[in-house]
Nanobody
Framework: QVQLLESGGDSVQAGGSLRLSCVVS????????MAWFRRAPGKQREAVAG???????RYADWVKGRFTISQDSANNTLYLQMTSLKVEDTAMYYC???????????????????WGQGTQVAVSS
């Protein structure tokens, strides 16, 4: 059974940085599109970034240049490096594995096969 376990969420000040991790078990990392989503208070869940098995990455416009998605296949871990954090980045962040090999953009919730439980990021001014 595939399981995703996120970590790294924290409370930081605006302008700060965080690195989220997602450890994948029960699955050989890097064979399908993997993505990070987030859900801000009172809003719908949205795709933040996605990465293909060939390392092609895709980003939501509002995180380009600030966030970087990467994966370590040897350690079955997906990462999201977040810099220049803004108050509006406050959200629960979720790791996800798609049912597709390559990430369409945006990655759609209905195309996600497995979700993690989420890790909370809070950015204060």
């Amino acid at each position: 059974q595939v399981q995703l376990l996120e970590s790294g969420g924290d409370s930081v000040q605006a302008g700060g940085s965080l690195r989220l991790s997602c450890v994948v078990s029960g699955y050989t990392n890097g064979r399908y599109c993997m993505a990070w989503f987030r859900r801000a208070p009172g809003k719908q869940r949205e795709a933040v970034a996605g990465i293909d098995p060939d390392r092609r990455s895709r980003y939501a416009d509002w995180v380009k240049g600030r966030f970087t998605i990467s994966q370590d296949s040897a350690n079955n871990t997906l990462y999201l490096q977040m810099t220049s954090l803004k108050v509006e980045d406050t959200a629960m962040y979720y790791c996800a594995i798609s049912t597709f090999l390559r990430c369409g953009w945006p990655v759609l919730e209905r195309d996600v096969a497995t979700w993690g439980q989420g890790t909370q990021v809070a950015v204060s001014s």
